[in-house]
């Protein structure tokens, strides 16, 4: 059995942006908030130091600066942690960037409780919904290496405002390289007929050991990634809802405003089922070790076995 690959989706970023400008992404510059170790962008500025641009502690100022370069023909990635790119520049992003549809790529890195010891103030559970509100902002969040680089690409290669979101953490890694991300399309990680567990981000890898676990125990759970929260794909959502007749949804974000909202709010219009969403219940986090953690807070593989099962009976 080939041994798993552990990667953090922010150095899959990293990776990603040098890519794209060796194999020829000449309008491709990018930019940080003095955070280039730590959003891993220090990869493409050591191969590619006249087109990076670290603007300093001032995101909001560094949103503007993006913007302002799309408008020349370039395609600026403007990179900080998400509480910072999502949080404190909110009004430059909507403004600068989502008011006037500008071709700029938003990489947030460090977000979610898996930040761990920075504690509540880093720990970003809000971007979703922060991102999701700009008319017109297209919202990624990659599972694994293989999905954030391909995501990247595809952001590049894509006509408008797009936000992408990291993890410090390190993700096992799942996809092998025949896999093709596609923004606006989910996938159907494996095949189930008694629930469907939609997922995205690191929560991908534990809704599958759940569904290992689950079928171990008699009960088939089609497990299903979203990446793409924004646009979501409907069609996926309803016609898996309608095979299993039950949905989870499972997302390191705060349950309000995020994957799960916007599932239950495609299914209550178009295909009414119960659902139950997994996520940070309305509270802020706290310091502690990333995968301690994930488990207190229900983001793991034992818990969304146990909510499965409660959900079902």
Same mark, same amino acid.
């Given at each position: 059995?080939?041994?798993?690959?552990?990667?953090?989706?922010?150095?899959?970023?990293?990776?990603?942006?040098?890519?794209?400008?060796?194999?020829?992404?000449?309008?491709?510059?990018?930019?940080?908030?003095?955070?280039?170790?730590?959003?891993?962008?220090?990869?493409?500025?050591?191969?590619?130091?006249?087109?990076?641009?670290?603007?300093?502690?001032?995101?909001?100022?560094?949103?503007?600066?993006?913007?302002?370069?799309?408008?020349?023909?370039?395609?600026?990635?403007?990179?900080?942690?998400?509480?910072?790119?999502?949080?404190?520049?909110?009004?430059?992003?909507?403004?600068?960037?989502?008011?006037?549809?500008?071709?700029?790529?938003?990489?947030?890195?460090?977000?979610?409780?898996?930040?761990?010891?920075?504690?509540?103030?880093?720990?970003?559970?809000?971007?979703?919904?922060?991102?999701?509100?700009?008319?017109?902002?297209?919202?990624?969040?990659?599972?694994?290496?293989?999905?954030?680089?391909?995501?990247?690409?595809?952001?590049?290669?894509?006509?408008?405002?797009?936000?992408?979101?990291?993890?410090?953490?390190?993700?096992?890694?799942?996809?092998?390289?025949?896999?093709?991300?596609?923004?606006?399309?989910?996938?159907?990680?494996?095949?189930?007929?008694?629930?469907?567990?939609?997922?995205?981000?690191?929560?991908?890898?534990?809704?599958?050991? $759940?569904?290992?676990? &689950?079928?171990?125990? +008699?009960? !088939? #759970? @089609?497990? %299903?990634?979203?990446?793409? /929260?924004?646009?979501?794909?409907?069609?996926?959502?309803?016609?898996?809802?309608?095979?299993?007749?039950?949905?989870?949804?499972?997302?390191?974000?705060?349950?309000?405003?995020?994957?799960?909202?916007?599932?239950?709010?495609?299914?209550?219009?178009?295909?009414?089922?119960?659902?139950?969403?997994?996520?940070?219940?309305?509270?802020?986090?706290?310091?502690?070790? $990333?995968?301690?953690? &994930?488990?207190?807070? +229900?983001? !793991? #593989? @034992?818990? %969304?076995?146990?909510?499965? /099962?409660?959900?079902?009976?």
């Amino acid at each position: 059995m080939a041994e798993i690959k552990y990667v953090a989706t922010r150095d899959s970023y990293g990776t990603a942006l040098k890519e794209l400008a060796q194999q020829g992404a000449d309008n491709l510059v990018v930019l940080d908030a003095d955070l280039s170790a730590a959003t891993k962008t220090g990869i493409f500025k050591k191969e590619f130091p006249k087109r990076h641009i670290n603007c300093g502690i001032a995101e909001s100022n560094m949103m503007s600066i993006a913007a302002g370069l799309s408008t020349m023909g370039l395609v600026p990635f403007a990179s900080s942690f998400a509480m910072f790119a999502a949080g404190r520049a909110f009004e430059q992003v909507r403004n600068s960037i989502g008011y006037p549809h500008l071709n700029v790529k938003i990489g947030a890195t460090h977000a979610g409780i898996s930040v761990g010891e920075d504690g509540a103030s880093h720990q970003c559970c809000e971007d979703f919904a922060l991102m999701r509100s700009i008319p017109g902002m297209t919202v990624i969040c990659p599972a694994d290496d293989v999905e954030a680089k391909q995501a990247v690409k595809a952001a590049y290669n894509y006509e408008g405002p797009v936000y992408l979101r990291f993890g410090r953490l390190a993700v096992p890694v799942f996809h092998d390289e025949s896999y093709k991300f596609e923004i606006g399309k989910g996938e159907v990680i494996r095949e189930g007929s008694d629930v469907t567990v939609i997922a995205n981000g690191l929560m991908v890898a534990e809704a599958i050991e $759940a569904g290992k676990a &689950l079928e171990a125990k +008699g009960i !088939s #759970a @089609e497990i %299903i990634n979203i990446a793409t /929260i924004k646009p979501l794909d409907e069609e996926l959502v309803i016609a898996s809802a309608k095979k299993t007749g039950r949905v989870v949804t499972v997302e390191e974000h705060n349950i309000i405003g995020g994957l799960g909202e916007a599932v239950c709010s495609c299914l209550s219009e178009k295909c009414p089922v119960p659902v139950k969403r997994i996520g940070v219940n309305d509270v802020f986090g706290h310091s502690g070790p $990333a995968k301690d953690l &994930l488990k207190q807070f +229900g983001l !793991s #593989a @034992e818990n %969304i076995e146990k909510t499965v /099962i409660d959900f079902i009976k």
